[in-house]
Structures are given as structure tokens and as C-alpha cells.
């Protein structure tokens, strides 16, 4: 995601079919501004210019930025939703330190090949010397329900949603990890805060209308 190669695939596989304003992408990568400079393309009425932005912020943006493309979550276009969710992920995948972020990735990697023990022993040490990177907190997270440890894990989320208050997907997972609980009252909170947070996300709301019918309330108010 950091690279100009990756570009085309990354409009391929997250966007296909919508397009960016290629002469402003061009000059973007051209002269490199500041991230907080291109903020205000967000405000274009052009789909096209607002995509740009948001390619451009996921490219060369840092945790500063994690603000103003959540935001982009709340766009009437699916494409820029689509693509600002894409970028935040990216970017908070690369929050800690040069060496931090491999050491993420080793962890990610045990956790598809199932060795989800090794990646809490790996992701509890990524933590302890990088406390405020707050993707490793996530990650950790998962991996402790992976391994059956969901009281542990809720610590670990809402410790990721404390540095990370954009966390859409530590929101989520609270709210699961609470149902696993029991706790569903809890969950109901972390449920409708990550959908404030990306109002978007598609398991969601039937996830809010099932813990409300469980708890005998209204399943047809707003979240």
C-alpha cells in the first residue's frame, strides 16, 4: 500500500469499476505533498477527486489521518466508502515501528496458518514494547478468542478502541466478544457504536436487531 505499483490493484480488487481524477493522482505523486494538505479534496463533489484523496492519504498518510477518512465512511458513495475503509485498515496496519509492523505481520501470518497460541505469545510481546499501537492490541484480540480467551480479549479491543477511537472493527468485535460473554447489554453498546463509527458494515445490523429481541427490546429502532 505504500508503493505507486500497488495502485492499479488496489483500484482493481477494492474498487472496480469507479475510477480517480488520474491528471490530480498524477501531480499528487508528482510533488508529494503533505497528507494534511490534500484534506480538503474530501470536500470535492467529484467522486472521482474525493477517491483520489483518499488513495493519496492511504499511500503516504500516518494515524493523523485516521480521522478524516473515517469519516469518508459516512460517504453516499459505496466506492469511497469501500476505499476509505481499505486505506484505514492499511494505515493502521503500519502504526507501530518499522520493526513493530513485521513483527504484526509474522502474528497476522501464524494466525491464517492456525498457530493462534504462538500468535498471542508474539502479539502479548508486540504490545508489551509497543503499547501504543493500537493495531496490535486488535490483532491480539482476535487471537485470544481464537485461543478461547474472550475476557481477555475484550481488554485487548478496548484497549485498540482507547488509542484508536476510529476502530470500527474493535467496536465490532467487543460487541462479539461480549455476546460470547453473555454480556449483551455490552455488546449492544459496542455493536451500535461501531456502526456510528462506519455505518456501512453488513453484519451488523443484524447482529444489533437479534441482541435487541434478546434483550425484549424494540428491534425496530435506530442504532
Given at each position: ?26 501531480n499528487l505523486l508528482r510533488d508529494r505533498p503533505r497528507p494534511e494538505s490534500v484534506i480538503s479534496l474530501l470536500g470535492s463533489a467529484q467522486p472521482e477527486s474525493v477517491r483520489t484523496a483518499i488513495l493519496y492519504l492511504g499511500l503516504y498518510g500516518s494515524m493523523r489521518e485516521s480521522a478524516v477518512l473515517a469519516l469518508c465512511l459516512h460517504h453516499e458513495d459505496p466506492s469511497v ?143
Amino acid at each position: 500500500m505504500r508503493y505507486e505499483a500497488t495502485i492499479e490493484g488496489i483500484l482493481r480488487r477494492v474498487i472496480p469499476g469507479a475510477g480517480v481524477e488520474r491528471t490530480l493522482l498524477d501531480n499528487l505523486l508528482r510533488d508529494r505533498p503533505r497528507p494534511e494538505s490534500v484534506i480538503s479534496l474530501l470536500g470535492s463533489a467529484q467522486p472521482e477527486s474525493v477517491r483520489t484523496a483518499i488513495l493519496y492519504l492511504g499511500l503516504y498518510g500516518s494515524m493523523r489521518e485516521s480521522a478524516v477518512l473515517a469519516l469518508c465512511l459516512h460517504h453516499e458513495d459505496p466506492s469511497v466508502v469501500r476505499l476509505a475503509e481499505h486505506c484505514l485498515w492499511s494505515i493502521w496496519m503500519q502504526g507501530g515501528s518499522e520493526q513493530g509492523n513485521r513483527r504484526l505481520a509474522v502474528a497476522i501470518g501464524c494466525m491464517k496458518t492456525g498457530a493462534d497460541h504462538e500468535a498471542v505469545e508474539l502479539l502479548s510481546q508486540l504490545v508489551a514494547d509497543e503499547p501504543s499501537f493500537a493495531e496490535a492490541h486488535f490483532q491480539r484480540g482476535l487471537a485470544l478468542c481464537s485461543v478461547g480467551r474472550p475476557a481477555e480479549a475484550v481488554l485487548a479491543y478496548r484497549q485498540a478502541l482507547r488509542l484508536n477511537p476510529y476502530h470500527f472493527g474493535a467496536a465490532a468485535a467487543l460487541g462479539h466478544a461480549y455476546v460470547e460473554l453473555g454480556n449483551l447489554a455490552a455488546a449492544l453498546h459496542y455493536y451500535r457504536q461501531a456502526l456510528r463509527i462506519h455505518p456501512r458494515l453488513e453484519d451488523l445490523p443484524q447482529a444489533i436487531r437479534q441482541v435487541e429481541s434478546a434483550l425484549g427490546l424494540r428491534t425496530d429502532q435506530q442504532p
